[in-house]
């Protein structure tokens, strides 16, 4: 009996499941999960471009020349996606407290690494005479930064084993938050969350979060290399989890750097993209894709630098990816003839630099900085607790400097400086202006065929949708609603809602001011909103952006969401002038929040548009500035543009006659949102 309750059970689950496959919304029109369609779509990219990278790559390899080519090639893609670095100045370093311990001192330090910007550290010396190697450490995610118990024991086995050693307090962490306060700390993982947000600003400025990283560490190096203790010719570079994503960038921007060690963090973008998605945005560069750069290839750009790999075979890191990063890097440090100064190190262990990883590391800088290969066990000795590492007064730089200059406020201030090169931009003749904006935002006409497949008719409260997919070869299918007047219609509505098409079709208010008018209503959902909307279990809340995976894989292959959407736009205008229908009639342009800013620049490079009603979006890049905790700001911007001109400078290069700024309320009083 039992048995044949659970095979009759069987059989009811298998008959229940093609027809829950074909359960849909009301007003979708897609029959394939839509949901998927644009991360497939971005992915595709990701991997033709990767795939493009490996080939040259195996051309590099092929001899010594070429692979010193392909490096010096890899050293100047970094210094382009980087972006522009802060201002020289004085370090004004401070030394705010003392630990003398058994064989090492740890100094508290302060130092600015542009004017009024101030980095806390850790200088462990060791009590031994003469001028000595030196490595500075590089923080992962940790809150604690500086005073992690991995991190100070790192450090104390260096220094007790005749190192200098320099362990920075990153952007976002330790005594060094920017946006958000300590209390906000305790309850969520502020370094990832804040290295995002302020990415978004620097991003739109022409700089990046990795940059102003990497600032920090060159100039905690310029320091070093003022210290008597240090031998200015062994100096080396350690860092663990995002902090050794940072000592990636580091290693092949920084010269004198003469060994390096990563823990816990080179793999495979491709791979990572595959398996989790992108991660927060200090190490996240746009355009990597589109210049063909990997994890590996940053440290390409420093070989053949002896090189060690750390990694737990249990890694959240992905350990294949971090396996084929070697493999690459192999083969080029083969090609250059020095095979022997590159090593991956594994552990039967998980994420983080523990006690095997830490002795490798030393006898790795050993064998480089001091010419002695031999292993050296740690021995068991006691850390500091976090308060007495601590350098400020008050435990954060923000609260000690009165004129502490945050990453944000230098990102303000730097869009604020960029005026005059904006308005210098801006004086040519409207025809150079929108060919050169098209340019910068990577925008080029879509000349395919349009495709149009249209659905059986929905019908809801007496008034019949038409539902059609718009299709080009090699972009996102567009699903859209029609509803069409009584009669000729005088004019088309365009309603490009960031909710989707669902969430106005049964908005009674705009149906009966359309049918009224005599217009014919489309209601479209463009990539990304509406059946094509990522999930919100794929983009996690700290990021500050409900379509953050894919605004970030956007930008990696360089192309922006903003620039795909201004394509989708265009196709919909495309459309309606092969359209029988509404051929000749004027179009009048509606969108909201995120869909702002792609109409705009869509008004550009069509004159199909009489009116434009743009709702509850930004009115200028400085309300990204000047917002910084604002969220979805991947979804409003091409990377630096702000360079260029400013969203007020479009509207007089727009051939429509009215474009009007409303906001959220507004719409929402018209029951137009809801």
């Known amino acids: 009996m ?84 802060p201002p020289m100045s004085p370090l ?43 490595v500075i450490f590089l923080c992962g995610h940790e809150d604690a930064a500086k005073s992690t118990e991995s991190y100070q024991r790192t450090a ?76 200015t010719a062994r100096i080396g570079c350690i860092g663990n989890s995002g902090g050794g994503m ?27 993209y595959d398996l989790e998605g992108p991660t927060d945005g200090c190490v996240e560069l746009p355009d990597e894709g589109r210049e063909h750069m990997e994890m590996s290839d940053y440290l390409a750009a420093a ?95 923000s609260t000690d400097f009165r004129d502490e200059a945050s990453i944000a406020s230098r990102n303000l201030l730097l869009f604020e400086s960029l005026a005059a090169q904006r308005n210098k931009f801006l004086q040519r003749s409207r025809e150079v ?41 090699g972009e996102l299918p567009v699903t859209l609603l029609v509803v069409m007047p009584a009669g000729t219609p005088k004019k088309i509505v365009l309603w490009l809602g960031e909710q989707g098409k669902a969430g106005l079709a049964d908005s009674s208010r705009l149906l009966q ?22 999930k919100a279990e794929f983009n996690e809340y700290r990021y500050s952006n409900k379509e953050y995976r894919n605004a970030m894989l956007s930008l990696h292959i360089g192309s922006s969401l903003v620039t795909q959407r201004v394509g989708d736009i265009l196709t919909l205008v495309k459309w309606m002038g092969t359209d029988e229908r509404f051929s000749g009639l004027p179009v009048e342009l509606n969108a909201n929040g995120v869909l702002t800013v792609p109409a705009l620049y869509a008004a550009l490079f069509t004159n199909a548009f009489s009116n434009i009603r743009l709702y509850g979006g930004i009115r200028s890049y400085r309300d990204i500035f000047e917002q910084p905790r604002g969220r979805d700001w991947y979804s409003y911007f091409v990377p630096g543009m702000v360079k260029y001109y400013d969203l007020p400078d479009l509207l007089p290069l727009i051939n429509a006659p009215h474009v009007f700024f409303d906001d959220r309320e507004t719409a929402r009083q018209r029951n137009y949102l809801k």
Request: proline content about 4%.
């Open 513 to 534: 001011a359309c049918l009224a008018e005599r217009a014919a209503l489309v209601l479209a959902d463009i990539r990304g909103t509406g059946e094509s909307e990522d």
């Open 92 to 134: 004004n370093p401070v030394v705010t407290g003392s630990n003398k311990r058994e064989g090492y001192t740890v100094k508290n330090i302060i130092y600015e690494s542009f004017p009024h910007h101030h980095v806390t550290a850790s200088l462990y010396l060791p009590g031994l005479p003469g001028r000595l190697p030196a």
């Open 246 to 272: 940072q000592a990636i960038y580091f290693t092949g921007y920084e010269k004198r750097l003469k060994a390096t060690a990563v823990c816990s963090y080179l793999s495979s973008h491709e791979r990572m």
């Open 433 to 473: 202006l929108v060919q050169d904006i098209a340019r910068l935002i990577r925008w080029e006409p879509n000349t395919a065929a349009i495709e149009t497949e249209r659905k059986a008719d929905m019908v809801k409260n007496g008034i019949t949708y038409q539902p059609l997919i718009i299709r080009r070869q």
């Open 156 to 231: 104390i086995l260096f220094a007790k084993n005749g190192f200098v050693v320099l362990v920075i307090d990153p952007i976002s962490q330790g005594e060094r938050l920017q946006l958000t306060s300590a209390a906000e700390n305790a309850l969520d993982r502020v370094g990832k969350k804040e290295h995002t947000l302020l990415n978004e600003l620097a991003n739109l400025a022409g700089t990046s979060a990795a940059a102003y990283q990497l600032w920090d560490n060159k100039r905690g190096l310029d320091y070093l290399t003022t210290l008597p203790e240090v031998d």
């Open 303 to 397: 070989a053949p630098i002896p090189l060690l790999v750390l990694a737990g075979r249990f890694d959240s890191i992905d350990f294949i990816g971090t396996e084929n990063a070697v493999d690459d890097l192999t083969r080029l440090y083969t090609a250059l003839g020095k095979r022997d100064r590159i090593h991956l190190f594994t552990y039967d262990d998980g994420h983080g630099i523990s006690k095997p990883k830490r002795e490798a590391a030393l006898a790795w800088f050993r064998k480089w900085l001091c010419k002695d290969a031999s292993l050296v066990k740690e021995n068991s000795f006691s850390i500091l607790p976090g308060d007495q590492l601590q350098a400020t007064k008050t435990g954060q730089v």
């Open 2 to 85: 039992r048995s044949l309750l659970k095979g009759i059970t069987g059989w009811i689950f298998f008959l229940l499941l093609p027809f829950k496959a074909l359960v849909q919304k009301p007003f979708s029109v897609a029959d394939w999960e839509a949901g998927r369609s644009l991360h497939a779509y971005l992915l595709e990219k990701v991997h033709k471009q990767y795939d493009e990278r490996r080939a040259a790559l195996n051309r590099a390899v092929g001899s010594r020349r070429s692979a010193m080519a392909y490096c010096y090639s890899m050293r100047q893609r970094l210094l382009k996606l980087l972006g522009s670095m």
